[in-house]
């Protein structure tokens, strides 16, 4: 009988189900093998064939480990919270809780449609207050240890929408939802002191195993950089004597300081400016607040600024340099302000074309050798310009600078990072309430531990305040309340944290996921700890990591985990890329040669038949394929294969309808040799057993190495060699539960008409002999002076002269002695190769 998908998928899952397969179970006696995929954000519009390759991966893993005999766990939750939720309440009228428990029944009935193997009863959501409970109870534990603290800050602030935008979110300058212009605006936030960590973050790193381009970005986002403070004082204007504090990688280019640059929201600057310069000073800083940080620091923008009309004294030289503001230098980072070296600096020089000022060079290349016109030299070299430091190479006066520096009170060496602390507050209804009062007498007070969680007031109107807080300020029977310290009248906080939150800790959360009594148990997290494989999307390669590790470092250090890292191996499944065909008329086949880089990209085809544009998959997009038309047109297991097959699990490639096809053709082939074998006679004796013991060992490799394509292809390989040759109960039984985790709905039905007892996921993982993978007979390449003449195939082991014997005796190589020529020397590499020097 044909497999009909559509009645063996839904039979299988059902019986999963009732027997509760793919629970979490521990045994003390067997090793673990924790897989974690990054849980979704939980829209309306559903899962796309994107989200299910990284899935898949993992799946697929984690039904090998269990035929293995491994404890695996593998859970599944959703990361609920944030504003798209709100923006539709506020659009619809409909409660954010309401919208985001359809989302997430929606993606967990097509998650179960394609036969992930997720034990459900681990299952989290953020937004549930059993859950939220532990996220506001971490938080309790930074701030006792000093590490939550309130801060007045410039944010991103849209005017329109009443609340405070991430750079991501005001790209251009304009937010990104209702495209009105955005300004800057200081409001009070909460913080996380994150660069207290910020050595540790980077120098745990040697720890994991992670792509090196994901360590990079981990690496830069931290930025670590050694140089020196450097104490400029303010000659003459309103501020005259006040210390400007500057750091530096370069102290060896001071002498070419011509100029001072400080953000337009510096604390000095208006008492800088002097009163011919108020009113553009003032200008420039309204027009500042009016941009992003993306906008302000982009390389390629045109320069702009604003004097002073204040001096300050260059330590080194004791010259008189200009005090200017301008947006691309950030109050948030460093100290908000730069010594301008234009001729070392691109940027500095852009700006000091533009407005005129000096440029020094201070630097040349060691090779004596001018720098290119108009560019700036950042290079080491030698100094020039410098006084007595003239001739020394940059190493050297980098120590001497800094030397002076300390010996003058006006500097000293110390270290810097581009990493800021974490602002922790968004102006929302929709996230967790920060457990904490305020009292006009105590302060900020924590919300006792006991009286956790506290939730989010049911509310049918979500509009922001206007005032720069959250919607949660208009709601007085909730904001009103007393304070647990003194007794006195309080208010609660009404900033909400971040949606990184709720994401930075649940993994942990898995492992004891209905423990009222603590967030996890200490034996859950010896047992489980920590992550062995992290798979999700490279956008995550900064941001949510980096939150995750310093939260995870905190809580090692107050003794609520055993290991450093959480994540021992992390993995990003490519981006799929959807299609756009050009020619209607063209097939997939007629591609020859296929060049792929990047999310944006064109397939390029030789000869001129094929145009055809790809573009990364997403929401946003409306390009997404929906898995539930994949499951119905093919079944769940052609989706699962296709996903693993049409590309290396770490590159971007493209989704096309049209060689899913390849895969169900396969699969089919599978269902047939099994079901031939009830009738069909099996060969005599094991004519594949060599093979099947390659494909053993192939497939398990290949699944180690995350290598799925080629583990697909090995299967296919040895799947038309038995439709042509038949195969042995042996062969099938060994294809069939090779072929289970990749497609487990079929490999249960193939496993059951085999005669199989229970469930394929239950048997253990076929073994290889290692003897069995090598062949009996190899095949050497025989060439003449370098020149392939032909082929000589011997039992391995064949001794070395019987080998060049028999070479020398090919009637192609006989051929090529003719006429007189002699044989200098005959060179066999053992199991490969024979050459034959001829002369």
Same mark, same amino acid.
């Given at each position: 009988?044909?497999?009909?998908?559509?009645?063996v998928?839904?039979?299988?899952?059902a019986? /999963?189900?009732?027997?509760?397969?793919h629970?979490?179970?521990?045994?003390?006696?067997?090793?673990?093998?924790y897989?974690?995929?990054?849980?979704?954000?939980?829209?309306?519009?559903?899962?796309?064939?994107?989200?299910?390759?990284g899935?898949?991966?993992?799946?697929?893993? !984690?039904?090998?480990?269990?035929?293995?005999?491994?404890?695996?766990?593998?859970p599944?939750?959703?990361?609920?919270?944030g504003?798209?939720?709100?923006?539709?309440?506020?659009?619809t009228?409909?409660?954010?809780?309401?919208?985001?428990?359809?989302?997430?029944?929606?993606?967990?009935?097509?998650?179960?449609?394609?036969?992930?193997?997720?034990? /459900?009863e681990?299952?989290?959501?953020?937004t549930?207050?059993?859950?939220y409970? /532990?996220t506001?109870?971490?938080?309790?534990?930074?701030?006792?240890?000093?590490l939550?603290?309130? #801060?007045?800050?410039?944010?991103?602030?849209?005017? #329109?929408?009443k609340?405070?935008?991430?750079n991501?979110?005001?790209?251009g300058?304009r937010?990104?939802?209702?495209?009105?212009?955005v300004?800057?605006?200081?409001?009070?936030?909460?913080?996380?002191?994150?660069?207290?960590?910020?050595d540790?973050?980077?120098?745990?790193?040697?720890?994991?195993?992670?792509p090196?381009?994901?360590?990079?970005?981990?690496?830069?986002?931290?930025?670590?950089?050694?140089?020196?403070?450097v104490v400029?004082?303010?000659?003459?204007?309103p501020?005259a004597?006040?210390?400007?504090?500057?750091?530096?990688?370069?102290?060896?280019?001071?002498?070419?300081?011509t100029y001072?640059?400080l953000?337009?929201?510096h604390a000095?600057?208006?008492?800088?400016?002097?009163? @011919?310069?108020?009113?553009?000073?003032?200008?420039y800083?309204?027009a500042?607040r009016?941009?992003?940080?993306?906008?302000?620091t982009?390389?390629?923008k045109?320069?702009?600024?604003?004097?002073?009309?204040?001096?300050?004294?260059?330590?080194i030289n004791?010259?008189r340099?200009?005090?200017?503001?301008?947006?691309?230098?950030?109050?948030?980072?460093?100290?908000?302000?730069?010594?301008?070296v234009?001729?070392h600096?691109?940027?500095?020089?852009?700006?000091?074309?533009?407005?005129?000022?000096?440029?020094?060079?201070?630097?040349?290349?060691?090779?004596?050798?001018?720098?290119?016109?108009?560019?700036?030299?950042?290079?080491?070299?030698?100094?020039?310009?410098?006084?007595?430091?003239?001739?020394l190479?940059?190493?050297?006066?980098?120590q001497?600078?800094?030397?002076?520096?300390?010996?003058?009170?006006q500097?000293?060496?110390?270290?810097?990072y581009?990493?800021r602390?974490?602002?922790?507050s968004r102006?929302?209804?929709?996230?967790?309430?920060?457990?904490i009062?305020h009292?006009?007498?105590?302060?900020?007070?924590?919300?006792?531990?006991?009286?956790?969680p506290?939730t989010?007031?049911?509310?049918?109107?979500?509009?922001?305040s206007?005032?720069?807080?959250s919607?949660?300020?208009t709601?007085?029977?909730?904001?009103?309340?007393?304070?647990?310290?003194?007794g006195?009248?309080?208010?609660?906080? !009404?900033?909400?944290?971040?949606?990184w939150a709720g994401?930075?800790?649940?993994?942990?959360?898995?492992?004891?996921?209905?423990?009222?009594?603590?967030?996890?148990?200490?034996?859950?997290?010896?047992?489980?700890?920590n992550?062995?494989?992290?798979?999700?999307?490279?956008e995550?390669?900064?941001?949510?990591?980096?939150?995750?590790?310093?939260w995870h470092?905190v809580?090692?250090?107050?003794?609520?985990?055993?290991?450093?890292e959480?994540?021992?191996?992390?993995?990003?499944?490519?981006?799929v890329?959807?299609?756009?065909y050009?020619?209607?008329?063209?097939?997939?086949?007629?591609?020859?040669?296929?060049?792929?880089?990047?999310?944006d990209?064109?397939?390029?085809?030789?000869?001129?038949?094929?145009?055809?544009?790809?573009e990364?998959?997403?929401?946003?997009?409306?390009n =997404?394929?929906?898995?539930?038309?994949?499951?119905a047109?093919h079944?769940?297991?052609?989706?699962?294969?296709?996903e693993?097959?049409?590309g290396?699990?770490?590159? #971007?490639?493209?989704?096309?309808?049209?060689?899913?096809?390849?895969?169900?053709?396969?699969?089919?082939?599978?269902?047939?040799l099994?079901?031939?074998?009830?009738?069909?006679?099996?060969?005599?004796?094991d004519?594949?057993?060599?093979?099947?013991?390659?494909?053993?060992?192939?497939?398990?490799?290949?699944? @180690?190495?995350?290598?799925?394509?080629?583990?697909?292809?090995a299967?296919?390989?040895?799947?038309?060699?038995?439709?042509?040759?038949?195969?042995?109960?042996?062969?099938?039984?060994?294809?069939v539960?090779?072929?289970?985790?990749?497609?487990?709905?079929?490999?249960d039905?193939?496993?059951?008409?085999l005669?199989?007892?229970?469930?394929?996921?239950?048997?253990?993982?076929?073994v290889?002999?290692?003897a069995?993978?090598?062949?009996?007979?190899?095949?050497?390449?025989?060439?003449?002076n370098g020149k392939?003449?032909?082929?000589?195939?011997?039992?391995?082991?064949?001794?070395?002269?019987?080998?060049?014997?028999?070479?020398l005796?090919?009637?192609?190589v006989?051929?090529?002695?003719? =006429? =007189?020529k002699?044989?200098?020397?005959?060179i066999?590499?053992?199991?490969?190769?024979?050459?034959?020097?001829?002369?």
């Amino acid at each position: 009988m044909p497999f009909d998908p559509r009645e063996v998928e839904p039979k299988w899952q059902a019986r /999963w189900r009732e027997a509760r397969l793919h629970r979490t179970t521990f045994d003390p006696k067997k090793p673990k093998f924790y897989a974690l995929d990054m849980f979704p954000y939980p829209s309306g519009a559903g899962l796309h064939v994107g989200h299910c390759e990284g899935y898949t991966a993992t799946d697929v893993l !984690t039904r090998w480990k269990r035929m293995q005999g491994w404890n695996v766990l593998h859970p599944m939750g959703w990361d609920a919270f944030g504003l798209p939720a709100e923006n539709y309440a506020i659009k619809t009228g409909i409660h954010p809780r309401v919208t985001t428990e359809q989302a997430i029944s929606n993606f967990r009935r097509q998650i179960d449609s394609v036969g992930f193997a997720y034990d /459900w009863e681990r299952e989290v959501n953020t937004t549930d207050p059993r859950y939220y409970k /532990w996220t506001q109870w971490i938080f309790l534990q930074l701030f006792k240890k000093g590490l939550a603290y309130e #801060s007045v800050m410039p944010i991103n602030w849209c005017p #329109s929408c009443k609340t405070g935008l991430a750079n991501e979110e005001a790209a251009g300058g304009r937010c990104d939802r209702c495209g009105t212009q955005v300004e800057r605006k200081d409001l009070r936030q909460w913080m996380l002191r994150i660069t207290a960590y910020a050595d540790r973050l980077l120098e745990d790193l040697v720890d994991v195993d992670w792509p090196e381009s994901t360590l990079a970005m981990q690496r830069n986002w931290i930025g670590r950089s050694e140089g020196a403070e450097v104490v400029f004082r303010v000659a003459d204007g309103p501020a005259a004597g006040a210390e400007i504090r500057v750091f530096t990688t370069r102290p060896d280019t001071l002498h070419g300081a011509t100029y001072l640059v400080l953000s337009p929201e510096h604390a000095l600057v208006e008492p800088l400016t002097t009163p @011919e310069q108020r009113t553009s000073v003032t200008d420039y800083q309204a027009a500042a607040r009016l941009k992003s940080d993306l906008e302000r620091t982009e390389l390629a923008k045109d320069k702009t600024g604003a004097f002073t009309g204040s001096h300050a004294i260059n330590p080194i030289n004791g010259e008189r340099v200009p005090i200017w503001i301008a947006d691309y230098v950030l109050a948030t980072y460093g100290t908000g302000a730069i010594m301008a070296v234009p001729a070392h600096d691109q940027r500095d020089h852009d700006f000091a074309v533009k407005f005129r000022l000096p440029i020094r060079q201070v630097v040349r290349p060691a090779d004596g050798s001018e720098p290119e016109s108009g560019k700036a030299f950042t290079e080491a070299g030698v100094a020039v310009n410098s006084g007595e430091l003239d001739g020394l190479p940059t190493a050297e006066v980098k120590q001497r600078v800094a030397a002076t520096l300390e010996a003058k009170g006006q500097g000293r060496r110390t270290v810097s990072y581009r990493l800021r602390d974490w602002i922790f507050s968004r102006q929302r209804y929709w996230g967790e309430p920060i457990p904490i009062i305020h009292c006009a007498k105590c302060g900020a007070v924590p919300v006792p531990e006991d009286q956790l969680p506290v939730t989010l007031p049911e509310v049918e109107r979500y509009e922001p305040s206007g005032t720069g807080e959250s919607p949660l300020a208009t709601i007085p029977e909730w904001l009103n309340t007393h304070c647990p310290q003194c007794g006195g009248p309080g208010r609660r906080e !009404t900033n909400t944290m971040p949606q990184w939150a709720g994401s930075c800790w649940y993994y942990l959360r898995y492992l004891d996921p209905t423990n009222d009594k603590e967030p996890w148990s200490k034996e859950a997290e010896r047992q489980w700890m920590n992550v062995d494989l992290y798979v999700g999307g490279a956008e995550h390669a900064v941001l949510h990591l980096l939150y995750s590790r310093f939260w995870h470092k905190v809580l090692f250090d107050l003794g609520h985990v055993t290991t450093k890292e959480p994540f021992k191996k992390l993995r990003h499944q490519g981006t799929v890329l959807a299609y756009t065909y050009q020619d209607a008329t063209a097939h997939y086949h007629e591609l020859s040669e296929v060049e792929l880089r990047g999310e944006d990209a064109f397939l390029r085809a030789t000869g001129e038949k094929l145009s055809v544009q790809v573009e990364k998959m997403a929401k946003s997009k409306l390009n =997404g394929v929906n898995p539930d038309t994949v499951v119905a047109e093919h079944g769940a297991d052609v989706l699962r294969l296709y996903e693993l097959f049409m590309g290396e699990f770490e590159l #971007s490639k493209p989704w096309d309808p049209r060689a899913i096809e390849g895969c169900g053709r396969f699969l089919r082939r599978v269902w047939r040799l099994v079901e031939e074998h009830a009738t069909a006679s099996a060969p005599e004796g094991d004519p594949h057993q060599r093979l099947r013991h390659k494909t053993i060992q192939r497939v398990t490799a290949d699944l @180690e190495r995350l290598q799925f394509n080629t583990a697909i292809a090995a299967l296919m390989t040895f799947t038309n060699e038995l439709t042509s040759k038949g195969g042995t109960r042996e062969d099938l039984v060994t294809l069939v539960k090779l072929v289970g985790p990749f497609a487990p709905h079929l490999g249960d039905e193939a496993w059951e008409r085999l005669g199989g007892k229970g469930f394929l996921l239950e048997q253990a993982w076929p073994v290889f002999d290692v003897a069995l993978t090598v062949d009996a007979v190899v095949t050497y390449a025989v060439q003449v002076n370098g020149k392939l003449r032909g082929n000589l195939e011997v039992e391995r082991g064949t001794p070395e002269a019987t080998v060049r014997e028999q070479a020398l005796a090919l009637p192609n190589v006989v051929r090529q002695l003719e =006429g =007189g020529k002699t044989v200098a020397k005959v060179i066999v590499v053992p199991d490969k190769i024979v050459n034959i020097v001829v002369r």
